[in-house]
């Protein structure tokens, strides 16, 4: 292993360390299914946070400036943050309805396939419900209908 390889596999992920597969044991199963909450609901907390800051930041920040520039600036500046909100709020979504298939024990199986997703790919992405080959598939079918 290489030690970037190394590096990367020590990373943790919203502060939860990777998850150590132990030698036989089944694909989510519990204990799989409880680091994958662990880190969704950190991932969860962190946003949560970061939409308080920007409400306090929202406040704090808000002048009446005389100057049309000042002000449109400040306007800019406060709508790329409520797009930015507005997108940790769909992901938030995302992993409640993830949290979701945890507790139904439908968590880490492709929803187009039916297959293992992977512990990699999760790891890297805790709210994917594709296999990467089909959302390989889903990109390139994106990209076709985009092109029409």
Known sequence: MSTLEKQKSNQSLHGVDPYEVKKGEEYMGK?????????LNAW????????????????????????????????EEFALELRSRD?????????????????????????SCGIEIGLRRLEARPTADLCFDCK???????????KG
């Not at 204990?31 to 880190?39: A, N």
């Not at 946070?49 to 049309?68: L, R, S």
């Not at 940790?88 to 979701?100: G, M, P, V």
Request: some cysteine.
């Open 31 to 39: 204990p799989m299914r409880d680091h994958f909450t662990k880190v």
């Open 44 to 75: 969860k907390q962190d946003l949560m946070e970061g939409v308080d800051k920007t409400v306090d930041h929202m406040k704090e920040e808000a002048a009446n400036f005389a100057d049309p520039a000042d002000r449109a600036s400040q306007e």
């Open 87 to 111: 997108r940790e709020r769909k992901l938030i979504k995302k992993i409640d309805k993830t949290l979701q298939l945890i507790q139904d024990e439908e968590y880490g199986w492709c929803e």
């Open 136 to 146: 390989e598939i889903a990109e390139k079918k994106e990209k076709t209908v985009g």
